[in-house]
């Protein structure tokens, strides 16, 4: 049977410690439950050089198309076939289309990590209908300063945001307006106010770009909307059945340096389960929904029961929950809406 090793990225290595083996692993395995055209066998941890390495064997030898898949694990740094005693590198084609600088270069309390929402956006657009290399339409309704936002559009789909911190709206808006200058990309952006009613109900910045002038002119143009305003109005600012995924990591319920939002006066699972109708809403029919969420403050069988109750279907992933910090241990999960 062939055999494989995968090189995790060392950032990954800090970030996970002695998580990240597992959390490859099951990342590894929804790809292989989900996507690959083999299945994923005998997966072990094995020291190369003094090095480890994460092997697995597969049925049939993996397609071009299953490395251009792996190529995209939130944890991968290289990938090689074992041939005897030697790793032959295999030529990896990940989907990103942006300079990794639009992910990394902003620091703040309260960000989620981005190799972590990599990971959720992975598992989430694997889950749905849609291949993770289509043109996949992503929102997350507690968006923050934008992680999940920015991984989409890496990834060449569109992306749609809320949430009610104006400091993080105002924060994210002008990253991106410098960042899309400074990248000299073909784009426009815009903040423009949303009147529901009569009366005011956030703003709204809207941008569209293109990496290329080539590609403007060929109409290959991503669209990224971010709403300043609480995540249960969703509904008032977006068309029923409007994305493919919903990804999000909800609040931890600690605060986050001088972070705040009417929405913290909330549990982060009442505030999913008061949202979440108006989020599956939003949903098409095929899509899923992703969300990470502190199991200290509240706990699977609460969360699944509240996806369920809309009618949607958990996913049995395998284990995914790690420690983050003294205050929070996070977990995940996955739901699709048939
Ligand atoms: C864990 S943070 C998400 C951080 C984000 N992934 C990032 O990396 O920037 C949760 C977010 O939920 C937002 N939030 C809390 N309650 C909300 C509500 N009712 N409506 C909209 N956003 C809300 C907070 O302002 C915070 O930005």
């Known amino acids: 049977m062939p055999r494989y090793a995968l090189l995790i990225l060392p950032a990954y ?66 990938l090689f076939g074992v041939e005897d005693e030697l790793l032959r590198p295999l030529a990896m084609r990940p989907l990103d289309r942006l300079s990794s600088d639009l992910i990394t270069i902003q620091k703040y309390a309260g960000k989620t990590n981005e190799h972590f929402t990599k990971l959720l956006l992975n598992v989430t657009v694997l889950a749905s209908a ?11 309704p507690l968006c923050g300063r934008g992680t999940t936002l920015n991984q989409a559009l890496m990834y060449g789909y569109d992306a749609t945001g809320v949430d009610v911190d104006t400091k993080d709206f105002e924060a994210y808006t002008l990253f991106m307006k410098t960042w899309l200058k400074n990248k000299r990309f073909k784009h426009s952006a815009e903040v423009v106010p949303v009147r529901r009613g009569g009366a005011r109900a956030g703003r709204r910045l809207n941008v569209e770009f293109a990496v290329s002038k080539e590609a403007y002119k060929a109409g290959d143009v991503q669209h990224l909307s971010v709403v300043n305003s609480d995540t249960v109005r969703s509904r008032e600012f977006f068309k029923p059945r409007s994305f493919d995924v919903i990804v999000t990591d909800a609040p931890y319920g600690v605060q986050h340096g001088s972070r705040g939002g009417s929405g913290l006066s909330r ?38 029961a509240i996806l369920r109750e809309e009618g949607l279907e958990v996913q049995e992933y395998p284990d995914f929950e790690h420690w983050v910090d003294q205050a929070i241990v996070r977990d995940i999960m996955v739901a699709v809406k048939r």
């Open 130 to 140: 849609r291949p993770l290399d289509a043109r996949v339409s992503v929102f997350d």
């Open 267 to 304: 549990s982060p699972l009442e505030l999913i389960e008061e949202a979440l109708p108006v989020w599956s809403e939003l949903l098409r029919p095929g899509g899923a929904i992703g969300i990470s969420w502190n199991t200290y403050g509240g706990k699977r069988a609460d969360l699944a």
């Open 13 to 78: 290595n800090r970030v996970y410690g002695e998580s990240a083996l597992r959390l490859t692993r099951s990342e590894l395995a929804v790809f292989g439950l989900k996507a690959l055209t083999a299945e994923v066998l005998d997966v072990e941890e094995t020291l190369v050089g003094g090095v480890p390495y994460l092997t697995f064997s597969t049925a049939e030898p993996l397609q071009d198309a299953d490395i251009a898949l792996l190529s995209n694990l939130s944890s991968v740094y290289a």
